[in-house]
C-alpha cells in the first residue's frame, strides 16, 4: 500500500533551521501534486507550501522566504527546508500528496501522520 512518513521534526530554537522530509513508499505509478501542512495547537490546518511534479511552488506568506520546498523524484521525497524558524511556526507538519498506485485505478490524495516541530527558546 502507499504510505507517506514524515521525518525531521524537533525542537529548535527562535532563528534555528530544521528540514523536514516526507518519503513516499509502495507501489507507486507517479507521484504528482506534494505539499506540506501545519496545524499548531489553536489552529486548523493550514497549506504551507506545495510543489507540482514540474517543480513549480506556492508558499504561505507567512514563510515566504524563510521555507523552502523541493522534490526528489527518483525517491519519492519531498523536503521542506525551514530557516530563521520562529515561536508561532510550532505545529505538527502533515506531508500531503495525491499519488497513483501501481495496483490502484484513479489517482488519491494521501496524508502522512505528521512530525512535531517545535520552536522554543
Known amino acids: 500500500q502507499v504510505q507517506l512518513v514524515e521525518s525531521g521534526g524537533g525542537l529548535v530554537q527562535p532563528g534555528g533551521s530544521l528540514r523536514l522530509s516526507c518519503a513516499a513508499s509502495?507501489?507507486?505509478?507517479?507521484?504528482?501534486?506534494m505539499g506540506w501542512y501545519r496545524q499548531g495547537p489553536e489552529t486548523s490546518r493550514e497549506l504551507v507550501a506545495t510543489?507540482?511534479?514540474?517543480?513549480?511552488?506556492n508558499y504561505a506568506d507567512s514563510v515566504k522566504g524563510r521555507f523552502t520546498i523541493s522534490r526528489d523524484n527518483a525517491r519519492n521525497t519531498v523536503y521542506l527546508q525551514m530557516n530563521s524558524l520562529k515561536p508561532e511556526d510550532t505545529a505538527v507538519y502533515y506531508c500531503n500528496a495525491d499519488i497513483r498506485a501501481l495496483v490502484g485505478g484513479r489517482t488519491k490524495n494521501y496524508w502522512g501522520q505528521g512530525t512535531q516541530v517545535t520552536v522554543s527558546s
Open positions: 509502495g507501489s507507486i505509478l507517479s507521484i504528482y501534486y
Open positions: 510543489i507540482t511534479s514540474g517543480g513549480s511552488t
